[in-house]
């Protein structure tokens, strides 16, 4: 089941708001005859500029690794009992949350003009989300399975409902399994993990996070009584399985450093856990699932750059796990079930883009594998699904993902074909294995998701849903582009571009630029309803498709990490040229946003090329690269030294990392507008990482820009957990942005004149 999202009305800003606010910003930003943005005032800025921010004290620490030294002035805001602050914040050193309090009444004294434009922006945002909206059911038997969301609630409900035996329509009333709201009633934040219903549909499991920390409870229903019958543990990843006896579920245990690091069998009435699986090696993580046959437990090892896979018998809960093949350096495998076969997605043999191999389902081992599906370099295999008679495979080439469909019995093959620009597909399997229907959803920057049911043996498709903008969207206000950004070395960067298409495409228009470029991620040209409330005001929007994700491939991946990395960042600035040079904007009128990784991307981009950016947005930022990399205690650092490298161990790595990394960086020079954003909760982005670059570019920067930062003292990495509540940090974020290009001015001014002008 997956959670939805939703909403009310929008305040559409059209062609005549846009010129007006334009007209009225004129003296903001200018253009000169090269083309460059001249950055003159801003009420707003200047109002802020005279608050008095807070300095955090320093207190140096010098630090000596591997023969380099290097002074950390503002090491003592990670707290000593991290541990304990990430079940129990109320536990947090006083001097930490005094600085924190700090931060948070400065930044709402800072924007507390802006109060409206971001209510206004909040309201647009949540008008474009249907409040009511709903899933598409998934068939299991003789139940579908679905959620919903009711009318201003901010939490999923999950629900089911009978079908006919034969039609497989709905024939019966809604079964609430797990009303969110209600569950969230007690607390500030809530987040679910894994809902499954048991095999024989008696039972639900469920988790949930209550702190934001990622520790979870896992909870058994009683479906038929509603009852609680018992809670397995409060320290689960949120990830577990049903064994098909209905009796017996497998889930991961986090340990107190936060990794995944053993899998436990235990009895559903909560008795006593069994040991199944625990990983020595604290540079992989534990993942859990069912093959698609549903006839093996699936437990996945893995690390970034290898894995391995262990199969339990779904059908007999008591057995042990069988390894398929030992972990191998640089060698990944994917396992999909076919009737007669395991077939394996993996990079073995030198395959860079992945190819398909398989072998007999009563000997899998790696000495048995054959080669299905050969590689092709620059064709990406991204995922492969199986059913009785089919196999579907996501792939990717040019930037551009497709959906493959191949037939077991003939081995024919067929593409499901699109047409736009730029767009994003999403497959997905369902719960039954032997039916000749996949579902598929459709979207781009322009045109909001659509969900198929495809029909793999007749090759017709029906459109199951549409997602609904309530306050009204049409996809022809608006135009998508895709431009390629020569980097420094050559590459061709993909650039997805979206525009209001009343958007002058002449220099004056400022832009945001979206970026990640980490893990092999790539960001999908999909629809997304929050860009458009700056759309709408006359901003472009681009994401830029960089190295260190996979939109080119798997070397595109290689090509930015490790001894790498510089090339994500340069890819970065080297699209905000591209798109000044092209006229979607200009120099110094570009606003960097990015999250996590991409909040180091937004910090290292800002160190590099200043004077390109107004302002940088780096939400829940992973900026003190070497501190973090360098402690072995934190839950994501083993497991990412094959991503960033270990400066532990390597004085390359550790030289390669400080050269980029952006708490270690900063400098004394001017830097664009700041702001930051973390959470206390957060186990992946600590805190303190956010906490430190902000200290040190507000003591460091020799201009008077401002430099934010927003903590929430409630939340983890993905913010406030309510679906309404993210809406309004992100509506924050958005007249933080405006600000920065001048765009916030005359809005603010023009809705503080609103109850005058009504009162006459």
Known sequence: MTSLTASQRVIRIGAGLVALLAAACSPETTMTADNTAATTTSALIDRARGIEAPMAEQRPVEIEQLGFTRIDEYQWIKDENWQQVMREPEVLDADIRALLDAENAYIDTVMEPTAGLQERIFQEIRGRIKEDDSSVPERDGDFEYFSRYREGGQYPIYSRRPVDPVTGEAN?????????????????????????????????????????????????????????????????????????????????????????????RQPRTGGASELVYEEPDAGFFLSIGLSDGENYVVINAGGHTSNEIRLIDANDPAAEPMLIAPREENVEYYLTEAPDRFYFRTNLDGAVDFKIMSAPLDNPGRENWVDAIPSRPGVLVLDLIGFRDWQVRMERENALPRIVVREYATGAE?????????????????????????????????????????????????LRKRQEVPSGHDPADYVVRRIMAPASDGAQIPVTILHHADTPIDGSAPLMLYGYGSYGITIPAGFR???????????????????????????????????????????????????????????????????????????????????????????????????????????????????????????????????????DQVREMAYPHVLATGGLTDPRVTYWEPTKWVARLRDRRTDDGLTLLRMNMGAGHGGASGRFDSLRETAMNWAFALMTVGLADAEVEAIAAEPAAAAE
């Open 414 to 462: 067929h593409q499901i074909d699109f047409a736009e620009e730029a767009y994003s597909l999403g497959v997905s399997a369902g719960y039954e294995y032997a039916v000749d229907l996949i579902r598929f959803s459709y979207e781009s920057p322009s045109t909001p998701e659509e969900t198929y049911d495809y029909n793999m043996r007749t090759r017709t498709r029906v």
């Open 529 to 663: 309803v929050t860009p458009l409330s700056l759309v709408d005001r006359g901003m472009v929007y681009a994401v830029a498709h960089i190295r260190g994700g996979m939109a080119g491939g798997y070397q595109w991946y290689l090509d930015g990490k490790l001894e790498n990395k510089e090339n994500t960042f340069s890819d970065f600035v080297a699209a905000g040229e591209a798109l000044a040079s092209q006229g979607y904007t200009s120099r110094g009128n570009i606003v960097a946003y990015g999250g996590s990784a991409g909040g180091l991307l937004v910090g290292a981009a800002i160190n590099l090329q200043p004077d390109l950016f107004a302002g940088a947005i780096a939400a829940v930022p992973f900026v003190d690269v070497i501190n973090t990399m360098s402690d072995a205690e934190l839950p994501l650092t083993p497991p990412e030294w094959p991503e960033w490298g270990n400066p532990i161990e390597s004085a390359e790595d550790y030289q390669t990392m400080i050269a980029y990394s952006p708490y």
């Open 172 to 264: 019966g009333d809604e079964e609430i399994l797990i009303d969110g709201d209600a569950e969230a009633a007690d607390f500030d934040y809530l987040d679910f993990g894994e809902v499954e219903h048991s095999p024989d549909h008696r039972y639900l499991a469920y988790a949930v996070d209550i702190r934001g920390s990622e520790y979870y409870e896992v909870r058994i229903k009683d479906i038929a009584t509603g009852a609680i019958i018992s809670t397995l543990t409060d320290e689960s990843t949120g990830d577990f399985v049903w064994a098909n006896d209905s009796e017996t579920l497998y889930w991961i245990w986090r340990d107190d450093n936060g990794r995944s690091v053993r899998v436990y």
